[in-house]
T-cell receptor, first 115, second 110 residues
Framework: GESVGLHLPTLSVQEGDNSIINCAYS??????FIWYKQESGKGPQFIID?????DKRQGQRVTVLLNKTVKHLSLQIAATQPGDSAVYFC??????????????FGSGTQLTVLP | DGGITQSPKYLFRKEGQNVTLSCEQN?????MYWYRQDPGQGLRLIYY???????QKGDIAEGYSVSREKKESFPLTVTSAQKNPTAFYLC?????????FGPGTRLTVL
């Protein structure tokens, strides 16, 4: 079946630089996308979401971009800090799949911030 | 972790034992979910419940059981029929379209 995937399993960036984490999705009908951050041994933490009728959404130090033409999602983190080191997951929801709003997750990208 | 709690944080099980993982939320959410996470992998859905006294199997329900007697609580039982139960278990509840996760329970079979 269709699933969400990630381009790179690991990403290392210098502290203070901007980070870009990418995600490819295969279901062009997906309606809603979420980025989660998961630190080691902890549960995923909601970062930011975006609906399919948008192409950009900004939060505090984070921006999510959605390119429906190529079915690509990215998370940009500005001025990356050591506390940003974690695994980042994207997830998608297809509303027509039912009211359960089941998420389809990718396997994650490990972001490491170098001093 | 918001208003979702899971206990215990670590759990050890002997072969052939059933164990129950607790999940409680005070977010007044109707829908709750259980996921399993294996090392280096994404989350896989075990069971979900959209309302009290109702629950549905997810992608990997075999060897697991749940109950939903109260809105706030959605316990997961890992039965002896689950052949490879060692994993990190995550509970979530959903507000509108977004799922929020608890801190997780790490289950190890001895």
């Amino acid at each position: 079946g269709e699933s969400v995937g990630l381009h790179l399993p690991t990403l290392s960036v210098q502290e203070g630089d901007n980070s870009i984490i990418n995600c490819a999705y295969s279901n062009s009908a997906s309606d809603y996308f979420i980025w989660y951050k998961q630190e080691s041994g902890k549960g995923p933490q909601f970062i930011i979401d975006i609906r399919s009728n948008m192409d950009k959404r900004q939060g505090q130090r984070v921006t999510v971009l959605l390119n429906k033409t190529v079915k690509h999602l990215s998370l940009q983190i500005a001025a990356t800090q050591p506390g940003d080191s974690a695994v980042y997951f994207c997830a998608e929801i297809l509303f027509s799949s039912g009211s359960a709003r089941q998420l389809t997750f990718g396997s994650g990208t490990q972001l490491t911030v170098l001093p | 972790d918001g208003g979702i709690t899971q206990s215990p944080k670590y759990l050890f099980r002997k072969e052939g034992q059933n164990v129950t993982l607790s999940c409680e939320q005070n977010l007044n959410h109707d829908a709750m979910y259980w996921y399993r996470q294996d090392p280096g992998q994404g989350l896989r859905l075990i069971y979900y419940s959209q309302i009290v006294n109702d629950f549905q199997k997810g992608d990997i329900a075999e060897g697991y059981s749940v109950s939903r007697e109260k809105k706030e609580s959605f316990p997961l039982t890992v039965t002896s029929a689950q052949k490879n139960p060692t994993a990190f278990y995550l509970c979530a509840s959903r507000g509108a379209d977004t799922q929020y996760f608890g801190p997780g329970t790490r289950l190890t079979v001895l």
